[in-house]
């Protein structure tokens, strides 16, 4: 049977519009407050030994190989730090070391052991790599704030001597990771994610340095590669500013200057 409306009496229609009301604002209430908290919580971040300025010379033959693993390094740990992130709050005491660092480790050592494999093959295969699998988590230095960003903005591409070796220079840029201030939990993601950005982007200038080799004139490096390089870097310098800035109210200034980049000669 279908009841009208306007039959149904003044007082019981404005009870029911003023508890509708209030679902729905309490619900919005409950969506903010989650929010709120799961901005507030500090979420720690993978650190990892470097590994790059732990190699021999690499020979020219197994430079591409070596830098595709390095970059593989990379990458397992910004893997790892999403896993942090999305995981918040699961499992009991042990959860992050066994189903994060535990399988961190065990990634790092595969990774490693090609990289000294693809050495091997071409000079002295080195020893005690091993050593650098295991990650540990950066503390917080307040809540809300991450004192140790991981350092996604060092060069993953193989190392100067690793160029000399080659006869083909390798990118110099400036740390930024280290120049940072501490980093609100609710930036840390996206500046981790533009670290990422500088690295991968170091990784393809070295990789226009072999490939290009030979080409153009005195100054087709600083305008082809070390130029572009040099643009792309404000551009992610300013976002990381941006991202800072957006959640702690104090953009930090300066970060542009480590932009520009030179070469390992």
């Known amino acids: 049977m279908r009841i009208s409306y306007a039959a149904v009496p003044r007082k019981f229609r404005v009870a029911a519009v003023v508890l509708g009301a209030t679902a ?33 010379a690499v020979p020219a033959a197994a430079q591409a190989e070596v830098t595709r693993n390095l970059n593989l390094l990379n990458t397992q740990i910004a893997e790892a730090n999403k896993r942090l992130v999305t995981t918040q709050g699961q499992g009991g005491p042990n959860f992050v070391n066994n189903a994060i660092l535990g399988p961190l480790k065990d990634k790092r050592v595969s990774t490693i052991d090609r990289i000294a494999i693809s050495i091997g093959r071409h000079a002295a295969k080195p020893t005690g790599l091993d050593a650098l699998a295991p990650c540990t988590l950066s503390n917080s230095s307040a809540p809300g704030t991450v004192s140790t960003p991981v350092s996604t903005s060092a060069p993953v591409s193989t190392s100067a001597s690793a160029g000399q070796a080659a006869g083909v220079p390798t990118v110099n840029c400036p740390s930024v990771v280290d120049k940072l201030p501490a980093v609100p939990a609710a930036a840390q993601s996206g500046v981790n994610a533009e670290l990422a950005n500088l690295a991968r982007e170091i990784t393809e200038a070295n990789n226009r340095l072999v490939t290009s080799q030979g080409q153009g004139g005195p100054n087709f490096i600083n305008n082809a590669i070390l130029g572009p390089l040099k643009d792309k870097r404000i551009a992610v310098l300013d976002r990381i500013a941006i991202d800072i800035g957006r959640v702690s109210g104090a953009k930090p200034a300066g970060l542009a200057a480590l932009a520009p980049c030179t070469l390992n000669k």
């Open 24 to 56: 729905v604002l309490g619900g919005a209430a409950v969506v903010a407050t989650h929010s709120g908290t799961a901005n507030a919580a500090a979420v720690p971040t993978v650190v990892c030994p470097s590994v790059q300025d732990k190699l021999p």
